[in-house]
Nanobody, 123 residues
Framework: QVQLVDSGGGLVQAGDSLRLSCAASGRTFIRYTVGWFRQAPGKEREFVAAVSRTGTTRYADSVKGRFTISRDNAENTAFLQMNSLKPEDTAVYYC?????????????????WGQGTQVTVSS
């Protein structure tokens, strides 16, 4: 089992950058695939990015070229670097983990979730 604490959100202007962090408890973090999802008001939670235990990454088309997911297994932490932020990126961002090598894009494929961190991008 793993517990996740995500942080790093804030209020920024369009074009700015933010770096989200996802700190995990437990010594088995390395075996988990880690994903980032987001949920805007009135919308369903959607996939943003994921990274497997070996570093394989997947991105939503809406963030490709702007966001980068990474992980530091020695520090039990995953990151989401968000550049060139747009107002439509405004949402609560959640990190999530699944105990599998395979990267998946669906909310239901992830077993563990952080509490969420708010990202607000003003125009």
């Amino acid at each position: 089992q793993v517990q996740l604490v995500d942080s790093g959100g804030g209020l920024v202007q369009a074009g700015d950058s933010l770096r989200l962090s996802c700190a995990a408890s437990g010594r088995t973090f390395i075996r988990y695939t880690v994903g980032w999802f987001r949920q805007a008001p009135g919308k369903e939670r959607e996939f943003v990015a994921a990274v497997s235990r070996t570093g394989t990454t997947r991105y939503a088309d809406s963030v490709k070229g702007r966001f980068t997911i990474s992980r530091d297994n020695a520090e039990n932490t995953a990151f989401l670097q968000m550049n060139s932020l747009k107002p439509e990126d405004t949402a609560v961002y959640y990190c999530a983990a699944r105990d599998s090598y395979w990267v998946r894009l669906e909310v239901n494929d992830y077993d563990y979730w952080g509490q969420g961190t708010q990202v607000t991008v003003s125009s």
